[in-house]
């Protein structure tokens, strides 16, 4: 799903409202960072909820989170 997609699937007729429908738009975002970036689905919705949905800003943070030492 591209960004366009998924803005359009969560903003499509005032549905953002709606928890259900914000809580899977956040999975299909967290799933497609855990795919390119290789952080945890738990970091992934952490970054969402901390950044937001801005694509460029998650990956380029995921993958600051990656490289910090555990």
């Avoid at 903003?11 to 967290?30: Q, R, T, W, Y």
């Amino acid at each position: 799903m591209n960004m366009q997609a998924f803005r359009s699937f969560v903003c499509m007729n005032g549905e953002h409202d709606k928890p259900g429908l914000h809580e899977g738009a956040i999975e299909v975002l967290a799933d497609r960072l855990v795919r390119e970036a290789g952080v945890t689905k738990e970091q992934a919705r952490e970054l969402i909820k901390l950044i937001g949905t801005d694509w460029n800003s998650l990956v380029r943070e995921a993958y600051f989170l990656k490289k910090l030492p555990r």
